[in-house]
């Protein structure tokens, strides 16, 4: 349910959470809400959040995905967090409604629901945002990921930087509302991409509530998905980059073929990732030549078995264009 006025109620709490692996716990506390939080109720909950859940729950981050607000942390009381976090957003909500309420009798006075001022411009020292970057800058790209949408028949398909420490958004196409922009995070122990990251092999499942394995992972009831698709993406190194991934809410009907030419998508997008770095010459350029002919090779092999007119023949006749540089 979606209401234009941003005042969420929670419905539940996801609770304990997961955990980090071995050391210091890093906990998960998701409210679940039954709508998105506006942006002027988001900007009050960041300013009056802080430093109270630090101090006394130990929440490091707070992230908004979809209608969830997810609480990480070294978090040693979940129960205790999550009837902190009722009485903060019923105080949050009492904030913004006392100033829509001003606004209609002083307009003028609108400060608390103004737009942030406009920070000045900053080079970022952050690498996954030079990633952000590069690849935003192959043109190729959005059109791929729309083929990528239809070859899967899912709305969501977007290219994620992937490290021990972060999931990052690179470059997204969403017809689904999901609401990530490149360089915006996901809670990477919410997400499937960690554990590709870990085994570096794809998943991919049609129907996750009816699956042996992922009906009982919180990932997919999380994050409301029933079909996905995820492969790992390599850098011309053989270092692993992230993932090309794929989502829906209706169940798909992946045959084996469709998840190959999504692969070679993926491996397509990884050589390009440095062209520039390969225009150089030497070594680097042949290397990047070979990588390019060998997805050229593979989705030849695609298009050639795929049905006429098909979006699987279509997306490999795209790649397979597009692998073939100039000589």
Sequence with gaps: ??????????????????????????????????TTPGDDWMRVLDRLAWP?????????????????????????DGRGLSAAVRELFDLVTARVLSARMAALEHPMDDLALAAPPLAPMVVSQDPRMADVAALLQLPALPALLELASRLTGMGFVAVARVTAERWT???????????LQPGQDLVLETTICDEIRQHQRTVQFDHASAHPVFSTHPTPAMYGFESYLSVPMFRRDGSFFGTLCALDPRPSQLDALSVKCFEVLAAWIGA????????????????????????????????????????????????????????
Aim: contains cysteine; glycine residues 12%.
């Design 1 to 34: 349910m979606y209401t234009a006025s941003g005042f969420p109620t929670v419905v539940g709490f996801d609770l304990p959470g997961l955990k980090d692996g071995p050391g210091p716990s890093r906990v998960i506390v998701s409210a679940l809400l039954d």
């Design 272 to 327: 390009q990732m440095e062209l520039d770095d390969a225009q150089v010459g030497g070594d680097a350029s042949q290397t990047l030549q070979a990588a390019l002919q060998a997805v050229a090779d593979a989705a030849a092999g695609i298009a050639a078995s795929a049905q006429p007119s098909s979006p699987l023949q279509e997306a490999a006749q795209r790649i397979r264009a597009l692998s073939l540089l100039p000589g």
């Design 169 to 179: 958004a690179c470059a997204v196409h969403d017809l689904l509302g999901f609401g």
């Design 52 to 76: 109270t859940l630090r101090l006394d729950h130990g929440v490091e981050q707070l992230r908004l995905v979809g209608q969830g607000i997810h609480f990480v942390g070294d978090i040693r």
